[in-house]
């Protein structure tokens, strides 16, 4: 089951990032933060629950966007299943999820950020028909 994440999910979450980002030691997950997400209408931290057990996440950020007269985009973060239940689906049932809540919101497009080296989530998203050739993603941290 896919749903939007609430504060009692703070820890599940924290631990599929540290699984997603090892070297990142500030990770850190606060259920105040998520109830903030769940008042954003532009923002949605989606958990993917088994048998009531948090399994994977993905963070959708809708984006206001003056290019294509009032049509959004949609950005995708932070897309992680744990490593146990991977290749069995709920990946894709989590994109798929996200693109619905595209499609809703009038989304001209999805871009979808990952990691330089994870090429296996790469060549998943491939089969799912995004495009990582077309463009090139950068970023500072602050």
Avoid: W
Wanted: charged fraction near 30%; aromatic fraction near 8%.
């Amino acid at each position: 089951m896919i749903r939007e994440a609430e504060s009692r999910d703070a820890q599940a979450i924290e631990r599929l990032y540290k699984e997603l980002l090892p070297n990142n030691f500030n990770t850190k997950v606060l259920g105040k933060r998520i109830e903030e997400i769940q008042n954003n209408p532009n923002s949605f931290l989606l958990v993917c629950e088994i048998d009531q057990k948090v399994i994977g996440t993905a963070h959708l950020h809708i984006c206001l966007d003056a290019l294509v007269e009032d049509r959004p985009f949609g950005v995708v973060e932070r897309v992680i299943v744990t490593e146990h239940v991977q290749s069995k689906g709920y990946g894709s049932e989590l994109m798929k999820y996200i693109e619905n809540i595209c499609i809703r919101k009038n989304c001209v497009k999805v871009f979808l950020t990952s990691g330089a080296s994870r090429s296996e989530a790469h060549h998943f998203y491939e089969k799912l028909g995004y495009d990582g050739e077309s463009s090139k993603a950068f970023k500072k941290y602050l």
